[in-house]
């Protein structure tokens, strides 16, 4: 996996595919650290910081992880079924990693109309959205950590086959993964510190994460 790595120091178009690479993943690395953000910050404020670090930590193991097993990763995008439907511009078949986005679109939407919902009206309701307040405000770290594990996996998939189809060498990947995530460790605390002190914001950041999910 390693061997030739001496020659991408001086290959100017390695550089330029690391750049470009990190820039994406960095890009990509957002929505991921905005959710994670948004869900630390209903801990307990002794609990957010290590909830953050052990959140974007496994983001990282996760990714590379995914890179380890490249070949199955590109297995993904292979076709499992196709419902037979075509028309100009689209088609109807779906992989591997189209359910996986699919669903965890879904659970992203669901989770982001869920804080809005909180967001607008904290008074007690019978509704679905509202039946479980445990759901809403989460006070247990583990079921934290459980679902930025979730979403962790669909964005860290989502980010390896974006970095395959930009370049076929594994450490280039593997360096702009770890500078991404390096990134999203520093702006974790100031940016989940500048949502919570500011509600508007919040809204902001779950319309974006209602906007990725869909």
Partial sequence: MFEGIAPLLTDPAAWAALI???IM???LGIDNLIF???LSNKLP???RQRTRRIGIGLALFMRLGLLATIGWIIGLTVPVFDLGLSGAGWETSFSWRDLILIAGGLFLVWKATKEIHHTVDTTPSTELLEKNKKDVVINNVGAAIFQIILLDLV???DSILT???MTDHVPIMMVAVVFAVLCMLLAAD???NFIE?????VMLALGFLLMIGT
Wanted: net charge negative; charged share 10%; no cysteine.
């Fill in 20 to 22: 470009t690479l990190v």
């Fill in 25 to 27: 993943e960095v890009v």
């Fill in 36 to 38: 994670i953000s948004i």
């Fill in 45 to 47: 404020p002794e609990h």
């Fill in 155 to 157: 964005f860290s998939i």
């Fill in 163 to 165: 970095a395959v189809g």
């Fill in 190 to 192: 100031p940016l989940a």
């Fill in 197 to 201: 002190k500011n509600p508007t914001v």
